[in-house]
């Protein structure tokens, strides 16, 4: 098992950026992914990276939102730049060790509790 926890969120205005921070009780082997849930819709994969630093994104977040780790340290990031309204929403960090789809939520087991992600125009 692994255990998650995630900070960072906060309330930005449009444009504005902010870096999430998940930490791991574990971290080798993982396949590691951030998804985002806004009230009433569905969750969402808005980027994922495996343990050899393979990455993929949503197509709304390319070349705005930047995925990272450190192995040493356990912990996964999320670099979100030129934030929008519509990225409004709790954002959760996931792992597992066996993920073929990266950003489809059903295939992760491990999940970190959220940390709210705010955006105003």
């Known amino acids: 098992q692994v255990q998650l926890v995630e900070s960072g969120g906060g309330s930005v205005q449009a444009g504005g950026s902010l870096r999430l921070s998940c930490a791991a009780s574990?971290?080798?082997?993982?396949?590691m992914g951030w998804f985002r849930q806004a009230p009433g819709k569905e969750r969402e994969g808005v980027a994922a990276?495996?343990?050899?630093?393979?990455?993929s994104y949503a197509d709304s977040v390319k070349g705005r939102f930047t995925i990272s780790q450190d192995n040493a340290k356990n912990t996964l990031y999320l670099q979100m730049n030129s934030l929008k309204p519509e990225d409004t929403g709790m954002y959760y960090c996931a792992a597992d060790t066996t993920v073929s789809y990266p950003l489809r939520h059903q295939q992760y087991t491990y999940w970190g509790q959220g940390t709210q992600v705010t955006v105003s125009s």
């Open positions: 990276i495996d343990s050899n630093g393979s990455t």
């Open positions: 574990r971290y080798s082997r993982y396949y």
